[in-house]
């Protein structure tokens, strides 16, 4: 309904001619976006075969390639691919309907990852060793594949604001995923797929091997080249990605909008400045960037920007002073006929909303301002020019020829022109960048806090450093591309050009990533700032083309909202006077939130990846950090770390690097390279680390604090322990809740001989039946139980005798991996759970 409603408006104003109406239907569809978004977000609904069990058995698999494989970057090697099941062989069973699957095909490794080994154990192990030599397959397209592999459903963090991968997947096609070794994939005779397919998959293989050569560029250069010209971001590493971020310019790291128009530019002008008719230039143009569509990906950014492109030059054959307007909204309007679901893309929202800002905003004014004066900088000569002028403009020219005439003196006429004349070119050309990206970055901060929660402040000198040069280096390396085909001499050349041109980049990319400002991160916005900056963009939109004080008041009222989605912090969502105990679901690791009476916040633990396959997810940024934002928390008092396993401190360095506690709680553990990790990131924090053991008792936030373990006198081995947990009880009133991370059943004996009654029990080791012991639970009487713990998990937690240990006990028992982030409120008198 809303979106018949939308068009009907755009047919309208395109029938009267209505600028007005325009914006009312652009500005409308983008309003409804960022509103249902945030409230009703559909996700395809794709089946599964009921009857195959995912209990972690290896399920044998044949079927066809649909997306060519990629290596993927990381300390450890992997590749990944997508493909279509023709058969799935479960036992004698045969199933023949199509599945969408994402494999990832490893090598196999021998070591072991810390923690309880799984009970028959098959994950990856047969009780022989793969082939060291096995590489791995380099799938193509269509390409027909058997293999034996685990698969899992793909499964969201259940916490509020976490990222919807599920959704993520299924909107690529995807249901299932797949791990398997190298040496458990054949390739079969025979191919599939279409033959549109192939010839995307050959292009895109070759100019990937092409862009690839080491006579061209390194291979780290090669590898952002990749990403920036074809969109193979895969061998891009974490910390290059959030550099770009931080300085509000990762749409160059990626095929965007900006790449097209950065490229089709360049086709354009070189066509016409080889005499080619504006129509034959449009043509070539469009249909280029059609083919860099398609060899690139056919993702739905690329397509809207071509689909806009194909608009603006044709509807500038026709009518040339509102295509630029015109041309964004019925493309907004033209994709959301053909994807009613785009509504609820953040990348349709930021790519229009930054169109828009460009379009409806930033050009009208600079047809007011500098477009007059570049105008007026033509045929400085003629007198009759200055007759088509109005008086100003016509006085300003007088005054340039002056000024020329003087200059000349001493350096000749022709110099003087290209000094006087380049000078006031470059500061216009100068200007109106300012003007651009300062507008378009206003219009930017609401979506960018919404939904990435930072306010990109270094975004404006960011951007107008960096895409002059995005210029040079994309179409640099496009023609070292293309000439590598022909002259890898004449390539070298255009290569050294996108080189420097990257270099230069890069330098100033690092450079501004550290300054502080890019490091300002922002908690979700409140429905009165999303309300109040909306506003702001749309009374610039409504006021640009109103008379000059009307304008200026609509350009002040944008820069003002925006600043106040940039800087304003909303006040944290917490219930004084009570102890609150929030465990974050991380998966198969712990994290868990504490909030004091008083208000002051403590996280113990952040999460984190575990086995031999870590990829670039830090569950720091991607998990925990997301729900503190979306409870407004952007400070923490203090963060605790029990011990030094991979999926407990695997996620603090960034959470410390984001929220800035005040104090590092440690108790004893071995010198780990990710305790040296942790400790660098608290040093440069200037954060106060401080160490506990059994025997400390402290106030904090109104609460009691016992430290029951590790012992004073504990000693660690080479690696971490379970046993090195850090574990306390923090007494708010006549409530208690007991902290014990994965401590085991020696530890569980030692603190057991203590008064340690408690009402909620944070289940050490996620269910393992190597803790929870009856000895604890004897001691400790509790009344409610949460089981930080990941979905699916190899290892069989939570285990069946644990669950039945509480369960005897009449124990309230709660789990992560089917509710999420699940919080307890201890008043004092009585313990509150909800969800």
């Not at 002056?402 to 110099?415: D, H, M, Q, W, Y």
Request: charged letters at 20%; glycine letters at 8%; one cysteine or more.
């Amino acid at each position: 309904m809303a979106s018949a409603l939308l068009i009907v408006c755009a047919l309208a104003a395109v029938a009267v001619s209505s600028v007005r109406l325009g914006y009312l239907s652009v500005v409308s569809a983008l309003i409804c976006a960022g509103a249902c978004s945030r409230v009703w977000m559909p996700v395809p609904q794709l089946g599964f075969p009921p009857d195959i069990s995912l209990s972690g058995a290896q399920i044998e698999i044949i079927g066809h390639v649909t997306n060519d494989g990629a290596l993927l970057a990381g300390s450890e090697p992997r590749e990944r691919f997508d493909l279509e099941t023709e058969i799935i062989q479960v036992g004698e069973t045969k199933f023949t309907q199509p599945v969408g699957v994402r494999a990832t095909v490893f090598v196999k490794q021998s070591s072991k990852s810390a923690g309880e080994n799984p009970p028959n154990n098959d994950d990856d192990d047969d009780g022989d060793d793969a082939d060291a030599g096995i590489g791995f397959p380099q799938l193509a397209y269509g390409d027909r594949v058997k293999l034996t592999a685990k698969l899992r459903l793909p499964r969201n963090f259940r916490n509020p604001e976490a990222f919807d991968y599920e959704g993520y997947l299924h909107a690529l096609g995807i249901t299932t995923l797949a791990s398997v070794r190298a040496d458990r994939v054949e390739v079969l005779p025979g191919n599939s797929g279409t033959l549109l397919g192939s010839w995307r998959s050959r292009i895109r293989r070759s100019i990937l091997q092409h862009l690839h050569n080491p006579n061209l560029w390194s291979e780290n250069d090669a590898a952002l080249f990749a990403a920036m010209v074809v969109g193979d971001d895969s061998l891009l590493l974490r910390h290059v990605r959030e550099e770009f971020q931080q300085t509000g310019v990762y749409h160059l790291l990626v095929v965007s909008g900006m790449n097209v128009g950065l490229l089709a530019f360049a086709v354009f002008w070189l066509a016409r400045r080889l005499r080619a008719p504006q129509w034959a230039a449009s043509a070539v143009t469009i249909a280029l960037s059609v083919f860099y569509a398609f060899v690139a990906g056919m993702g739905a950014p690329i397509m809207r920007a071509v689909l806009m492109l194909s608009l603006f030059l044709i509807a500038r054959l026709f009518y040339r002073d509102r295509a630029a307007l015109n041309a964004t909204g019925f493309a907004a309007l033209v994709v959301l006929v053909i994807s009613p679901t785009a509504w609820f893309d953040p990348a349709f929202q930021l790519t229009f909303l930054a169109l828009l800002a460009i379009s409806g905003v930033s050009l009208p004014i600079l047809e007011r301002t500098s477009a007059r004066y570049r105008r007026a900088l033509l045929h400085l000569d003629s007198t009759n020019y200055d007759l088509s002028l109005d008086s100003r403009l016509a006085q300003f020219r007088l005054d340039l020829r002056l000024i020329s005439g003087r200059v000349a003196r001493f350096v000749g006429k022709l110099p003087a022109r290209l000094l006087i004349i380049g000078s006031l070119r470059s500061a216009l050309v100068v200007g109106e960048l300012l003007v651009v990206s300062s507008i378009t970055q206003a219009v930017l901060v609401l979506p960018m806090r919404m939904y990435f929660h930072r306010a990109a402040i270094v975004g404006l000198p960011a951007n107008l450093v960096v895409l002059p040069l995005a210029g040079v280096l994309l179409n640099g390396a496009v023609a070292a591309i293309a000439l590598s085909y022909v002259w890898l001499p004449l390539a070298r050349v255009a290569a050294w050009l996108a080189t420097t041109a990257l270099h230069w980049t890069l330098f100033l990319i690092t450079s501004m990533s550290r300054w502080n400002l890019s490091q300002w991160r922002t908690p979700d916005a409140t429905i009165t700032v999303s309300i109040l900056a909306g506003l702001g963009i749309v009374a610039a939109f409504a006021a640009v083309r109103g008379r000059r004080l009307v304008a200026l008041a609509g350009v002040a009222a944008l820069f003002l909202s925006a600043a106040v989605a940039a800087l304003y912090r909303p006040a944290a969502r917490i219930e004084p006077g009570k102890l609150e105990v929030t465990a974050i679901g991380v998966g198969q690791g712990d994290s868990v939130l504490l909030v004091s009476p008083e208000g002051k916040t403590m996280l113990i633990d952040g999460g984190g990846a575990i086995g031999p396959f870590r990829g670039e997810f830090d569950y720091g940024e991607d998990v925990v950090s997301p729900y503190l934002w979306w409870r407004g928390i952007d400070r923490l008092d203090a963060v605790v770390l029990t011990h030094a396993h991979d999926d407990h401190i695997g996620g603090l360095p960034r959470v410390v690097e984001n929220f800035h506690p005040r104090e590092l709680w440690l108790g004893i553990n071995p010198e780990t390279a990710a305790l040296r990790r942790l400790r660098r990131a608290a040093f440069a924090g200037h954060v106060k680390v401080q160490q506990h053991v059994a025997g400390d008792s402290f106030d904090w936030g109104g609460t009691r604090i016992r430290v029951l373990s590790p012992p004073g006198n504990w000693q660690t081995q080479a690696k971490p322990k379970n046993d090195d947990s850090l574990a306390f009880l923090i007494t708010y009133g006549h409530t208690r809740a007991l902290l014990a991370g994965d401590m085991e059943r020696r530890i569980e004996s030692f603190i057991s001989a203590g008064w340690i009654d408690a009402d909620l029990l944070k289940v050490p080791h996620h269910g393992s039946n190597t803790s929870t012991t009856a000895e604890l639970l004897q001691a400790t009487h509790p009344r409610f139980a949460v089981i930080s713990v990941g979905a699916h998990n190899s290892f069989g937690h939570p285990r069946r005798e644990v669950l039945e240990r509480l369960q005897e006990r009449h124990v309230l028992t709660y789990r992560t991996d089917t509710m999420g982030a699940i919080t307890f409120l201890l008043d004092g008198s009585k313990v509150e759970a909800k969800k």
